[in-house]
């Protein structure tokens, strides 16, 4: 059966639970299988309601709802929203126009200069100035009508609750704090708003695409003792990830390179890690000239089906995208990984750090990569990549998996819950408006481009044990043969 299937699973990725929380595990997994997709009709745009003055915009801002949900995804009404920070220090001396370009993602020359002229742009509250130097401890604001991008409309589940310490198993593709293209479609936002869960203080990082353990602590006290141990490294994490290709068992692995070793049963790399792009959010292993940090991750494989191995992680750092990263270095990334697995990286996929190319020429095709996949960019329901033969080319390239692979989904039969055109609040210099009023309107993204093959399985510290259930993923291929 699934479960007794499910059972021999668990009992090798953790085969150092109590039998008491082993069944508490199982048991949790149980409540999560069954799974219902909400649909609904595609929305009509023809009737939009516009909101042209900003000062008035704030109150627009808060309407309610806030979100509506079709073709089992979570989407956000547009909104004005002020974006704030102060100078940092590798902005000094640059001209603000410079950094507003470079440091953020989806922001065009034209949309910058416009709000240059609608005065939407300023520095200590003064309308600012195209050729502004920035200077110490400036603070900067940027109102701009936002577009967030869809989510999975994936359920919160709580694996572990007390007076002191709330653990959920967090969604796929679901950023824990605002940022880019999110905010409202955050799992932060939506504990305080849709969960009423107010004062909670986040413990550790996951990435916006992986899924699985998030210990959040109810008090900052809590908050500070958790995280310190996952600083001291006291806190044992185990991942799960589906991998492409035949994933080598340690006895078998042969290699010359000094970042790759083996240690007792478990493949071991050991890359630094830094940053390849700020602006694309992009990690690479480097040199600790280049900018590199020192990393080191674990990996065993637990089956091969033939085409991809389900590998068990253990990451003893705890670097962006470390996982992602450490596993294209030895060859074997992440099946459906939209970034870290694809020729763009060259002909090995960025093997060994091979690339094939100038780190400038690799960056630049990264860009059209991430501009081809046209789901980032808008959120509507028409897809005309073949307006960009590049683009089109360049996608071609990444990994294409079966559109079955999903997650579970939230039941919304409530109607009021769909699209309604009077929330709708059109701004008639917003680019993405400006968009969907010429039809240029792209497609919503496939459920399995908002899935990523890794997933957050286990954190143990000194006094706490902490399961996620798996995800469908980890069920698919699994040979629980080698585990009777």
Known sequence: SIFGSQLLCLARLHRHLSFKAYLKLTASRSACMAAT???????????????????????????????????????????????????KRRWLGKKLKEVLLDEYRGTTEEAV????QL????????????????????HIQRTVHRHELPVLDAPVDIVHEDSEVLVVNKPPGLPIHPCGRFNRNSLSYL?????????????????????????????????????????????????????????????????EDDLISR???????SGSLGHLSRKLGLQAVLTEAEGGKPSKSLFRRLS???????????????????????????????????????????PEKGRGGRFGKPNEQLLADLMRLHDSDNFLLSLRTKDFLDDDKDSADVAAKRPRLSDAVCYRLVDRPNPDQRYNCEH???????????????????????????????????????????????????DDYFDCSSFV
């Open 119 to 138: 005065e939407r742009i300023t520095i200590n509250s003064e309308p600012a100035a195209e050729g502004h130097v920035l200077d110490h401890n400036e």
């Open 113 to 116: 200069i416009r709000d240059f």
């Open 424 to 474: 709708w609040r059109s701004d008639p210099h917003c680019e993405d408006c400006i968009q969907i009023q010429q039809n240029r309107l792209y497609r919503d993204p496939r459920h399995n481009e908002l899935v990523l093959f890794l997933h957050a399985a286990r954190y143990r510290g000194p006094d706490f044990d902490y399961c996620a259930p798996l995800p469908d993923w980890a």
């Open 304 to 346: 091969y089906n033939g085409r991809t191995s389900l590998v068990e992680c253990q990451p003893l750092t705890g670097r962006t995208h470390q996982l992602r990263v450490h596993l294209q270095y030895l060859g074997f990334p992440i099946a459906n990984d939209p970034l870290y697995n694809s020729e763009v990286w060259g």
């Open 37 to 87: 997709v909400a649909t609904a009709d595609t929305t009509d745009f023809s009737v939009v309601t516009t909101v042209d003055n900003v000062a008035n915009a704030s109150e627009e801002s808060n309407i309610k709802p806030q979100f509506y949900f079709e073709n089992g995804l979570r989407k956000v009404y547009p909104y004005y929203f002020v974006y704030s920070t102060y100078t």
């Open 191 to 255: 504990l305080e708003c849709e969960h009423k869960r107010t004062g909670l203080h986040i413990v550790h990082r996951l990435d916006r695409m992986t899924s699985g353990v998030l210990i959040i602590g109810k008090s900052s006290q809590r908050a500070s003792t958790l995280s310190g141990l996952v600083r001291d490294r006291a806190v044992q994490k185990w991942y799960l990830a589906r991998v492409e290709g035949r994933f080598p068992e340690a006895a078998e692995l042969e290699t």
């Open 263 to 269: 240690e007792d049963d478990a493949i071991v790399c």
